[in-house]
């Protein structure tokens, strides 16, 4: 086994570990966005039920001014009534009243019925409030979870990216820097060459090159993935003697 082959491949294994890790992390953004995004339709559902209430306060607002105002309306022409001489201008006059009044009386039915909507508006509204507090408890908590996750996983990576400095120092800088320069395209940039296979393109090696693997234990260049390729003995501690 090669003491300088060996750390490469301690490297790459912390490496490894830290992908993995980042791709196991990916989903936290996704379900934080998930449940964001839940809390934002649950609340934009109750701004819905309180807009429609307010709409009809509103209505029930100008009715009642409507009314107050026709009602008004009404005690002055009444007073003008009493000070009609002609009976055409009378009957006309009460006829015009007659009129108001039933408007009013429709209007004041109307207002009946929205007080009616508006009670049950204020229920349907209560109820949102409580699913959406419901709601923001239950989400909050997940969201909590997920940063506490977050957190871990980022101290994690940290204590992994620290492990791998140290491990990084063991490597020869040639082999570092040629190791590091194929990682960035092809991931595991090390790979062994079993029985004249490359373990990362599974393409066959030069016999030539195999057999200068296996007894140099050194390190080369895979012709097909450009992958550094080493004899499998060249990292792995051999098997273990039977006694
Ligand atoms: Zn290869």
């Known amino acids: 086994m090669q003491e300088r082959l060996k750390a490469l491949a301690d490297l790459q294994k912390v490496d490894l570990e830290i992908l993995a890790l980042r791709k196991s992390a990916e989903v936290y953004p996704r379900q934080m966005g998930e449940l964001e995004r839940e809390l934002s339709l649950a609340k934009g559902e109750v701004e819905a039920e309180r807009n429609k209430l307010l709409d009809v306060e509103r209505q029930r607002r100008t009715l009642e001014q409507n009314i107050a105002e026709e009602k008004e309306k009404v005690r002055k022409w009444e007073t003008r009534l009493s000070e009609q001489r002609s009976t055409r201008e009378y009957a006309a006059l009460a006829r015009e009243i007659d009129i108001a009044k039933k408007a009013n009386a429709t209007m004041a039915e109307e207002l009946v019925e929205l007080g009616k909507i508006q009670v049950q508006l204020r229920e349907l ?5 409580q699913q959406y507090a419901a709601k923001v408890a239950d989400v909050g908590g997940k969201l909590n979870e997920l940063r506490a996750k977050v957190a871990g996983f980022e101290g994690q990576v940290k204590e ?8 990084a120092r063991g490597v020869h800088p040639p082999l570092l820097s040629r190791y590091e ?38 390190t080369d260049i895979c012709p097909s993935c450009h992958r550094i390729i080493c004899a499998p003995e060249a990292i792995e501690p051999p098997p273990a003697k039977k006694e």
Do not use: I, W, Y
């Open 181 to 218: 320069t194929v990682r960035r395209r092809r991931s595991p940039a090390l790979v062994t060459v079993v029985a004249g296979t490359c373990q990362g393109c599974n393409m066959s090696v030069p016999p030539q090159l195999f057999n200068t693997l296996k007894t140099t234990l050194e």
């Open 160 to 167: 992994l990216q620290a492990k791998r400095a140290e491990v």
């Open 125 to 129: 509204v209560k109820g949102k409030d």
